[in-house]
């Protein structure tokens, strides 16, 4: 059966036990559910109430379609050996050109679409599509396999510690697709078909759109997910950090140092075990004995204090009882419910931890209150969300328990909760926090989460995968992003060959929308409260290099107005600062192709230099512009390749059509 319903406004089939729903989702786009005997409507997803468009549906016996602005989705009954299934498609409804179609496993079974149940109403669902020649996939979070264009490569949709599980894919075809499902699966992105695979749901939810440019398409996704808001103009600066500074002086004395070198710095960070036990969300008097009067000497430096908060919960916290007996805590199907091991302040040994349910609202408002006594009301507005996957050891996400449902289902909601926790708990008082989250999921911008990649290692290979990495996070609707500059685990500062890989991701790190310094250097010491790591400010790498890193600490302060401006077009458009080629210039082939280049803005064209010895490096300028050297002043015509001059003070950057935009002095 195929019918109109809603007033003309969906489009409903029915086949056998199954029913599939198309409607509008905002413009040019649309959103399909499928589910065993009726559609779900409390289930937890990423997309916001659209504005009303007006569709156009048409019926008949054995074929429905809704259209949809730009977007048209065909719904035909088709029989085969096994009986009737429902087969759909989605074309440009200006030309009919298909977009995306679904494509049967096998002609006898199954079909498109596939439920295997587990009971209980919940099963392994599958959703398969067509595979086209030629197509390029890009988005879906944040991976470490180095690559830009993922058509080729199977995904887990889990979130782990520098692994950003973002369901959503830009298809270089012209649509995007949103798998509004947050629960743990895959998504297969092969040459003979696309499968979405959810471990375990009670039905299929995804969301799709169109656009004339990727651009379009974009500004439809955060249109349906949410705009980031607007972040503060001293984000944009340098923010420093070393694995842990340990106590108050420690850290006051890096922000002096940086005043008495004449050194810019916006944010300086308080990481982990300034706690006295994890889940107190306070600082520990022992260390820091005046938090207050810290902040308000930082705020004289012109810097702002970033304070880590991890969403564990000791069983020695304070908190850890009433969390517990009030159904605060994230539970388990199975087992007691603890998830992660942890050494803290007070143990002795290691312990097992549990985590807060950022899904139960109440939860939400007893750790904001916690953190707004002990932080927020001190004059802390910037929160460091680490381990926000949540970090889990063993990785049981399947065994997890939410108050919004079976882990299995939803814990890829967990960072973006835990963000909204912060955010929607300043909001409430009236202001804003910046958030920077080791993890994301789809709607994430929409509390402020800025996002970092996690714990990766000191190399060039690493180095080269945090661009890519980068790029497809920004195009899965996540606009400030940024790297630990050197890597995370690891380098000698006093080593030549580390300084120059160090210097590189500097100078790439400038080009960041956060620029950031942070890392655990050599000499390092065993894991818990008394770790502090090497040292890591600017002037601990050398003179030579605290010369180049001087340098690139001024160009980043005459960058910042524009990056200003370009923080207002994300808020305003959902258009990243930090993107692809292709964006701006989706008719240029080669730019689809380009994996190691991206823009800032439209009118800084950024060359990371990433092998080690390099001294100059060829750069594709896109077709469309005329580009400017940066540093030397030379012009040349878009469309064409040049090698760019890239000694150790500088990296190749380009600016489109003369644009006044303040690189070199």
């Known amino acids: 059966m195929i019918e109109s319903r809603d007033g003309g406004r969906a489009l409903e089939v029915r086949v056998r036990h199954e029913v599939l729903r198309i409607e509008p989702w905002g413009i040019d786009s649309l959103r399909v559910r499928v589910a065993q005997h009726r559609i779900v409507e409390d289930i937890p997803g990423a997309l916001l109430t659209p504005e009303p468009t007006h569709p156009a549906v048409r019926v008949d016996p054995t074929t429905g379609r809704i259209t949809n602005g730009a977007l048209t989705a065909v719904v035909e009954k088709v029989p085969t050996d096994t009986g009737v299934i429902a087969l ?56 470490s396999h180095g690559r830009l264009d993922q058509k080729g490569m199977v995904l887990d949709l889990v979130q782990r510690n520098g692994e950003v599980s ?57 249109d349906a997910t949410g705009h980031p808001p607007l972040l503060p103009e001293w984000a944009t600066g340098f923010w420093q950090s070393k694995l842990r500074y340990r106590d108050q002086e420690e850290l006051l004395e890096v922000a002096r140092e940086h005043r008495r070198r004449g050194l810019p710095l916006s944010v300086i960070v308080v990481d982990f075990f300034h706690w006295p036990h994890l889940g107190d969300w306070r600082f520990d008097p022992a260390d820091w004995p005046d938090p207050e009067g810290m902040i308000a000497e930082l705020d004289e430096l012109g810097v702002k204090l970033l304070v880590s908060v991890w969403p564990s919960v000791s069983p020695l916290s304070d908190n850890y009882p009433m969390m517990r007996d009030a159904g605060m805590l994230v539970g388990t199907e199975r087992g007691v419910p603890l998830h992660a091991p ?3 302040k007070g143990m002795g040994t290691e312990m097992p931890v549990a985590f807060y349910d950022p899904t139960n609202p109440a939860a939400r408002e007893f750790v904001w209150k916690t953190a707004k006594r002990n932080y927020f009301d001190l004059g802390v507005r910037a929160f460091w969300l680490d381990a926000c996957e949540p970090e889990l050891q063993p990785g049981h996400p399947h065994n997890l328990s939410f108050a919004a449902g079976p882990g299995t289902e939803v814990a890829c ?41 996690g714990d990766i290692p000191p190399t060039w290979e690493s180095l080269r995968a945090q661009v890519r990495a980068g790029l497809n996070i920004a195009l899965s609707g996540i606009p400030w992003w940024t790297t630990d500059i050197g890597g995370f685990h690891g380098g000698d500062p006093d080593s030549p060959e580390y300084r120059e890989l160090f210097v590189r991701w500097f100078a790439y790190g400038a080009f960041c929308p956060l620029f950031r310094l942070h890392g655990v250097r050599e000499p390092r010491m065993p894991f818990g409260p008394d770790m502090t790591g090497g040292p890591n400010e600017v002037w601990s790498y050398g003179e030579e290099v605290l010369g180049h890193l001087t340098r690139l600490l001024a160009m980043r302060e005459r960058l910042r107005p524009y990056l200003g401006e370009q923080m207002r077009v994300a808020h305003e458009t959902g258009i990243p600062p930090m993107r692809p080629l292709f964006v701006d210039y989706p008719d240029d082939a080669r730019a689809w192709e380009v994996e190691d280049q991206f823009l800032l803005g439209p009118d800084v064209l950024v060359a990371p230099v990433l092998e080690a010895g390099a001294r100059s490096r060829r750069v594709y300028l896109p077709e469309g512009a005329r580009w400017t050297d940066a540093w030397t002043g030379t012009d040349y015509e878009g469309g064409t390749t040049v090698r760019a001059d890239a000694p150790l003070d500088r990296i190749p950057v380009f600016l489109r059509d003369g644009a006044p935009i303040p690189v070199s002095d």
């Open 88 to 143: 759909l498609r989605f074309e440009r409804s200006d030309t009919g050109e298909e977009l995306l179609a679904e494509q049967q496993a096998h002609f006898w079974w199954p079909g498109a679409r596939v439920f295997q149940a587990h009971g209980g109403g919940y099963g392994r669902l599958e959703q398969r599509f067509a595979a086209y020649d030629g197509e390029r996939l890009f988005g879906l979070g944040q991976h």
């Open 166 to 222: 973002i369901p959503f894919l830009l298809s270089s075809r012209g649509y995007g697709l949103l798998w509004n499902m947050p629960g743990v699966g895959r998504v297969e992105l092969a040459e003979n078909g696309t499968r979405w695979v959810a471990d375990g749901a009670r039905q299929i939810d995804y969301w799709i759109t169109t656009g004339d440019t990727p651009a379009d398409v974009l500004a439809h996704y955060a």
């Open 342 to 344: 942890w050494h803290d």
């Open 413 to 453: 909601l967990y960072p973006r909760e835990n963000a909204r926790t912060f955010f929607e708990g300043a909001r409430a008082e009236g202001e804003d926090v910046v958030l920077l989250c080791r993890s994301a999921w789809a709607g994430s911008q929409r509390y402020g989460a800025a996002v970092w990649s």
